[in-house]
C-alpha cells in the first residue's frame, strides 16, 4: 500500500500538493507553475510492479 505524506522511503507516495507541499503559495502563483487544484503527484518507488496496479485498482475503483 502507498503512503500520503512521508517523503524520506522508497515506497510510492501520492500528495496533492495543493494541500501539503503548496499549501502557503498563492493559487495564482501555483496555476502558474501547473499545480492546478486537481493536480495529484506520484512518485513511484520500489515496490513490485503488480502490487501497484493493484493498490492503485483499489484506490481508484
Not at 502507498?2 to 499549501?23: A, H, Q, W
Request: aromatic share 6%; hydrophobic share 40%; no cysteine.
Amino acid at each position: 500500500m502507498f503512503k500520503i505524506t512521508d517523503l524520506r522511503g522508497d515506497e510510492t507516495i501520492v500528495s496533492y500538493p495543493v494541500m501539503i507541499s503548496n499549501v502557503s503559495m498563492p493559487k495564482a502563483e501555483r496555476e502558474r507553475f501547473g499545480i492546478t487544484d486537481n493536480l495529484i503527484r506520484v512518485s513511484v518507488g520500489l515496490e513490485d510492479i503488480e502490487d501497484l496496479i493493484e493498490d492503485f485498482e483499489k484506490a481508484l475503483g
